[in-house]
């Protein structure tokens, strides 16, 4: 069984940074996009951003220039790197990999193409 992990949440307040960080057992992340998500309470889960696996990334709108994500393949790891944080960034964010995407792009994927799903990490922002 291919399994996720996510670490790295907690609370912060607005303006704080936090990195997550996205590992795997059993498999080598380098062979599959990998996307973060979130899901705030009451609203239904979202994507945040996401690697190709030729290394591209996309972004949603509302954590452009905020959020970075990248790879580090030596750790096996993605990590999900968060700043300037806002009270609206509160959620559970889960990491999922998928070899439905293309390899070079996740642009146009959706969540149903990630078939493998970590249990999530949950990251508040608060004052």
């Known amino acids: 069984q291919l399994q996720l992990g996510e670490s790295g949440g907690g609370s912060v307040q607005p303006g704080g940074s936090l990195r997550l960080s996205c590992t795997a057992s059993?498999?080598?992340?380098?062979?599959?996009?990998i996307g973060w998500f979130r899901q705030a309470p009451g609203k239904e889960r979202e994507g945040v951003s996401c690697?190709?696996?030729?290394?591209?990334?996309n972004y949603t709108n509302s954590v452009k220039g905020r959020f970075a994500i990248t790879r580090n393949n030596a750790k096996n790891t993605v990590y999900l790197q968060m700043s300037s944080l806002k009270p609206a960034d509160t959620a559970v964010y889960y990491c999922a990999a998928s070899q439905k995407v293309q390899y070079f792009s996740c642009s146009g994927s959706s969540e149903d193409d990630f078939d493998y799903w970590g249990q999530g990490t949950q990251v508040t922002v608060s004052s």
């Open positions: 059993r498999f080598t992340l380098d062979y599959y996009a």
């Open positions: 690697i190709s696996r030729s290394g591209n990334t």
